[in-house]
Nanobody, 122 residues
Framework: QVQLVESGGGLVRAGGSLSLSCVAS????????MSWYRQAPGAQRELVAR???????NYADSVKGRFTISRDNAGNTVYLQMNSVKPEDTADYYC????????????????WGKGTLVTVSS
């Protein structure tokens, strides 16, 4: 019903920048919050940043001041601008969306993208 597709991952040197994008498509009535999570090898998935439909944001302490989350006016695309990256930012980055899905009865569902790998070299 709803698909999330991430793009923009890759290899970057420490101190550099990278930008991730995630597009939500499908039977969307409204996209509520959209978030970026990451999962490093051997670690649990953790929240990186979240943005609500009203534009409020929150960040993990580890990325505050370096990463910026934003979304487009239509509300179905979310971005993550990553600046001053560090080797510890290396992880698979996943897009998450809380969506009101169109249907016979509107429902609120959570969706995940398949992830995009970010590798930061020292």
């Amino acid at each position: 019903q709803v698909q999330l597709v991430e793009s923009g991952g890759g290899l970057v040197r420490a101190g550099g920048s990278l930008s991730l994008s995630c597009v939500a498509s499908g039977s969307i009535f409204r996209t509520n919050s959209m978030s970026w999570y990451r999962q490093a090898p051997g670690a649990q998935r953790e929240l990186v940043a979240r943005i609500t439909s009203a534009g409020s944001t929150n960040y993990a302490d580890s990325v505050k001041g370096r990463f910026t989350i934003s979304r487009d006016n239509a509300g179905n695309t979310v971005y993550l601008q990553m600046n001053s990256v560090k080797p510890e930012d290396t992880a698979d980055y996943y897009c998450h969306a809380n969506v009101v899905v169109r249907g016979p009865g509107y429902s609120v569902m959570d969706y995940w993208g398949k992830g995009t790998l970010v590798t930061v070299s020292s």
